[in-house]
């Protein structure tokens, strides 16, 4: 048995020292190289001193933790609601895991659908039941009761990833000058998403990251909704943008899993902009079927090309 070390991973200097791992020195962070002339993905380690098995996690014990990606500008500049003002229905996206993490979670003959994985920034909003309990500011609850009283159920949320945003303080104004609420505004998202509903995608182009699709502004598509907690399958996820009339991230196949499925819609050219790489796909149930493993049958598969590349940014 050896420790396998995926990228993305943050080794500790003692262990750099100890296998001469110059090429860490920079933040000991382990990604992607070519090494004489091969792609090299992660590390391959010493099992430690104990009694292991195949798949036990012994990052601490190596003090081994995972990369997380820095905060851009663009969260700086936005208005973040206090914790206390959450809307807890606001669920955040699933955390997609890499394929070469989780072998045989897909099989032949599985229906899947695979689309093209945008670097951008994600982004999320949903139109959701107001809530009130007694955490929240007096002020907040007082306000939450009013509109209850005058028949407002549901409330606009929108956010990234991670946090819930606000507008600027004018009553006539729903969302900030950040780019996730531009792209409420420019979508009219606030009139828009129906009740009980999420909606996700992706804000991508001048400024996010460093790949721009050829834009000289932002724009976003829709990678997934969410109704009253649960995931939309993909014929209804389809049906749902057409009738809100809003962009979907680029469909690259929709049939059955093969062995060679990743070989082929992993790399190349975007769809978006043919000048510009793929950062690589996502593949995900046709369904929205369950995984023992995992949860929910969703990986990624990153292009070499993409993880190569000089200059590149990964902010949150």
Known sequence: ?????????????????????????NGGRVGTTKLRGFISQGLILDLPEGKFKVG??????????????????NHQQANVISKKKLNPYFDKYT????????????????????????????????????????TQP?????????????????????????????????SNNYYG????????????????????????????????????YGLDDIDFMVFDVKYKGKYLGWNDLKTFCEEYDLPMVPVLYVGKFEEDTLEKYTSG????????????CVIKDFNEEQHKRIGRKILKSISSDYL?????????
Not at 269 to 280: D, L
Request: aromatic residues 10%.
């Open 177 to 212: 000058e950040d780019i996730w609420g531009k792209i409420c505004a420019k979508y009219d998202m606030v009139n828009k998403i129906p009740k009980d509903y999420i909606v996700y995608g992706e804000v991508y182009g001048k400024g996010v990251q460093d790949l721009t």
């Open 56 to 73: 036990d996690d012994v990052s601490k014990i190596l003090g081994i933790t995972k990369w997380e990606p820095p905060v851009s500008q």
């Open 1 to 25: 048995l050896v420790v396998f070390v995926p990228p993305d991973s943050i080794i500790p200097e003692s262990i750099i020292e100890k296998y001469n791992l110059t090429y860490l020195k």
């Open 308 to 316: 190569l590349r000089k200059n590149g940014t990964e902010f949150k």
């Open 138 to 170: 007096f002020i907040y609850r007082l306000k939450a009761k009013i509109k209850k009283l005058l028949g407002e159920t549901h409330q606009f949320v929108y956010g990234s990833h991670n946090v819930q945003l606000h507008g600027k303080n004018k």
């Open 95 to 134: 955390e997609i895991e890499n394929i070469k993490n989780y072998k045989n979670i897909f099989e032949p003959g599985d229906m899947v659908v695979v689309t093209e994985k945008i670097h951008g920034s994600n982004w999320r909003a949903g139109n959701l039941p107001i809530v009130i309990d007694k």
């Open 269 to 280: 050219k975007s769809t978006i902009c043919p000048k510009q790489i793929r950062e690589g």
